[in-house]
């Protein structure tokens, strides 16, 4: 499914994504209404299920909250494509079921391009500038839990043997 992509630089810490002052909420959609409200005030408003955000280097660095994934998905982010991840914001993304990617050529990506990513197979279409772009896929076990929407899910199918 092809979505918009929002473009951000380096560094974007967490307190970017979502401010500290809205921690006391858990809901998905409730923090997704602040999504990114002191960067780019709009686009909690704009963004539309399927959208990407696509970052340079270190995305999600600063506090460890998994607060930022949670507004993501919240928001219907379907990824996020950056050169680099902070460690902890890349864990708590697939812990809680937000497939992340990372792309040597996201510089390639502008603001508002239609993008589209085969996630199994680690490729970025980009539909408006007809270019595509390899990503370095998630290993098999993490694709695994993104698929099924986190840890959570994945262990309570593992514990039960259902299939994942």
């Not at 092809?2 to 809205?22: E, H, Q, S, V």
């Not at 909690?44 to 506090?63: I, L, R």
Request: charged share 25%; proline share 5%; hydrophobic share 40%.
């Amino acid at each position: 499914m092809a979505g918009r992509a929002w473009k951000f630089m380096d560094d974007i810490d967490t307190d970017a994504i979502i401010p500290g002052r809205y921690l006391v909420m858990n809901d998905p959609r409730e923090l997704a209404v602040h999504l990114f409200e002191g960067v780019r005030p709009k686009m909690a408003s704009e963004v539309k299920e399927s959208d990407y955000v696509v970052a340079g280097e270190n995305f999600g660095c600063g506090s460890s909250r998994e607060h930022a994934p949670l507004a993501l998905k919240g928001a219907g982010i379907s990824a996020v494509v950056a050169k680099s991840f902070a460690r902890i914001f890349f864990r708590n993304a697939i812990n809680i079921g937000l497939p992340l990617f990372i792309c040597p050529d996201v510089d390639r990506i502008e603001d508002g391009d239609q993008i589209e990513i085969d996630m199994k197979g680690g490729v970025i279409k980009n539909i408006t500038r007809k270019e595509s772009y390899n990503t370095t896929p998630l290993p098999d076990f993490l694709r695994e839990i993104v698929d099924v929407g986190g840890l959570v899910e994945y262990t309570r199918r593992q514990v039960s043997g259902a299939k994942t």
